[in-house]
């Protein structure tokens, strides 16, 4: 596979991806033997290595030419002769591991000026904390009293505001805005973010709206990664946190006062509402949208394009709009789709 964008290290040694897949050597394999690239099954050759864990693949697999392939025990017989097994009982990550290794540039957003330094075209004020090795791009602004950590990127055209707080090895992607905002170490925020800006604050009334001021902060922990284009509110009267380990997708809008737990999973096009608070391991589909005040407890799973507006318990699935529990909402698709059928025949 050749990707003039990422600037490709290794090779591996065979030695070395067993090591990574938690398996043996197989009798009689070299294991100096270098791999050097991946691919995916169709387009892999004798140097490089693929996986496969899932049967939706399986023909891809019997005709695959990779020299190597990282696959469960349940497919293992389906490997060719020609390409070694690397059996492993979480063939994906190891996969993913592999990948890290081999394009480390491609694990988080690069400066796109210069790989180290302050740009002279950026714009820091006199009073803001740098570290070492951090790396400022052209056009980025920095406002007074704000702390970069050691080894931080910020890409071009991106805006940290006064006293904000950038731990170390976080990247902070083109044309991103961090305000009212204190971030742990290791948090990456890919191009388009905005942080800290007005939670969507009014007190309504007849004669109108008015507006009301929004004085928390956004806390984000160690190891959180943020998409394109998402939004965090920062809080009204306390602060909006984000917990340590979550990963946030593309396109996601949360609102003031909201709390996310450790190691959640929130995918593209989600919206979640003021002041609920998601504990730790929520996953939520993607386009499903969370009302304000409610608790998902740690576990809950929320179906794609669902409509949460009650609490969930902990350990649930939950999917449709409103939300239920998955048997009841699967029983209702079941009972809906059998009525239409009845109907259709019933016309005929």
């Known amino acids: 596979m050749h990707n003039s964008f990422f600037l490709k290290t290794g090779p591996l040694t065979l030695r070395r991806v067993i090591e990574l897949a938690g398996g043996q050597l197989p009798n009689g394999r070299d294991p100096d033997a270098l791999i050097a690239n991946v691919a995916p099954?169709?387009?892999?050759?004798?140097?490089?290595?693929?996986?496969?864990?899932?049967?939706?693949?399986?023909?891809?697999?019997?005709?695959?030419r990779a020299g190597y392939c990282l696959v469960s025990g349940r497919f293992a017989d389906r490997v060719p002769a020609t390409t070694l097994a690397i059996v492993t009982r979480r063939p994906y990550h190891v996969f993913a591991a592999v990948m890290a290794l081999l394009y480390p540039s491609a694990m988080r957003p690069r400066p796109v000026f210069q790989n180290e330094g302050v740009s002279p075209g950026a714009f820091i004020h006199n009073t803001v904390e740098i570290g070492d090795r951090v790396t400022v791009d052209p056009g980025v602004v920095i406002g007074a009293g704000a702390v970069i950590g050691s080894g931080t990127t910020v890409a071009a055209n991106s805006v940290v505001g006064p006293g904000c707080v950038v731990g170390q090895e976080c990247s902070i992607g083109t044309n991103v805005t961090v305000n009212h905002c204190v971030m742990g170490d290791h948090v990456i925020l890919h191009p388009g973010v905005r942080i800290g800006q007005d939670g969507f604050g009014f007190a309504m009334g007849p004669e109108g709206h008015q507006k009301v001021p929004q004085i928390g902060r956004v806390i984000i922990h160690n190891d959180v990664e943020i998409g394109a284009n998402t939004t965090i509110d920062r809080g009204a009267s306390r602060d909006t946190v984000i917990g340590d380990g979550t990963k946030i997708d593309n396109l996601v809008q949360i609102g003031h006062n909201v709390c996310i737990g450790k190691h959640c999973v929130i995918v593209a096009c989600v919206g979640i509402a003021g002041s609920t608070?998601?504990?730790?391991?929520?996953?939520?589909?993607?386009?499903?949208?969370?009302?304000?005040?409610?608790?998902?407890?740690?576990?809950?799973?929320?179906?794609?394009?669902?409509?949460?507006?009650?609490?969930?318990?902990?350990?649930?699935?939950?999917?449709?709009?409103?939300?239920?529990?998955?048997?009841?909402?699967?029983?209702?698709?079941?009972?809906?789709?059998?009525?239409?059928?009845?109907?259709?025949?019933?016309?005929?």
Not at 41 to 64: F, K, R, S, W
């Open 277 to 348: 608070t998601l504990e730790d391991f929520v996953v939520v589909g993607g386009g499903a949208g969370i009302a304000g005040h409610l608790r998902l407890g740690t576990g809950a799973q929320i179906a794609a394009y669902s409509g949460v507006n009650n609490d969930i318990p902990a350990g649930e699935k939950w999917g449709g709009a409103p939300a239920k529990p998955w048997r009841v909402w699967a029983k209702e698709l079941a009972l809906v789709k059998s009525l239409g059928a009845k109907g259709i025949k019933d016309r005929a």
């Open 41 to 64: 099954l169709e387009y892999a050759g004798p140097d490089d290595i693929a996986y496969m864990d899932n049967p939706a693949y399986v023909e891809q697999l019997a005709a695959t």
